[in-house]
């Protein structure tokens, strides 16, 4: 498995369930409020290694940035926030998804429902933070 199989991984897996990916890999803020809709954004943590005979086991922080836009008030924003993340993590998180391919395991380490912005808390961003857990021979 190669590292870079991770990100295909919940990048399919987010357009399974009608998703765009926003193609700046290391800058969300530059999306345009009028393209937030159903958009994402995959972060990578800092990956870290452990000696295991032969191999490494590897864990692989790293963070999915769902945004939506326009809800009725805050509190329906976080309210649909929600729904969305509980869509994202049942998609990624099904067996077939979390295990196979080299991956042992995706674990979920939070969710958080966030505003867009500080002057427009209707738009919300859904941060999920995951760790992917996979054994590499190189």
């Given amino acids: 498995m190669a590292l870079k199989d991770v990100r295909a991984l919940f990048r399919s897996s987010m357009e399974s369930?009608?998703?765009?990916?926003?193609?700046?890999?290391?800058d969300f803020s530059n999306i345009p409020q009028?393209?937030?809709d159903d958009?994402?954004?995959?972060?990578?943590?800092?990956?870290s290694f452990a000696a295991q005979h032969q191999a490494f086991e590897v864990n692989y922080p790293l963070t999915i940035r769902v945004f939506k836009k326009g809800g009725l008030s805050p509190t329906q924003a976080v309210d649909?926030?929600?729904d969305?993340?509980?869509?994202?993590?049942?998609?990624?998180?099904?067996p077939?998804?979390?295990?196979?391919?080299?991956?042992?395991g995706v674990v979920i380490n939070s969710v958080l429902p966030e505003p867009?912005?500080?002057?427009?808390?209707?738009?919300?961003?859904i941060k999920l933070e995951f760790t992917a857990k996979l054994i590499c021979s190189f």
């Fill in 80 to 82: 649909d926030g929600l």
């Fill in 96 to 104: 077939a998804n979390r295990f196979g391919a080299g991956i042992k």
């Fill in 17 to 26: 369930i009608g998703y765009e990916e926003w193609p700046d890999s290391f």
């Fill in 34 to 36: 009028s393209a937030l």
């Fill in 84 to 94: 969305i993340a509980d869509s994202v993590l049942a998609v990624v998180l099904a």
């Fill in 116 to 125: 867009y912005s500080a002057s427009d808390d209707n738009d919300v961003i």
């Fill in 39 to 47: 958009r994402f954004h995959i972060e990578d943590g800092s990956i």
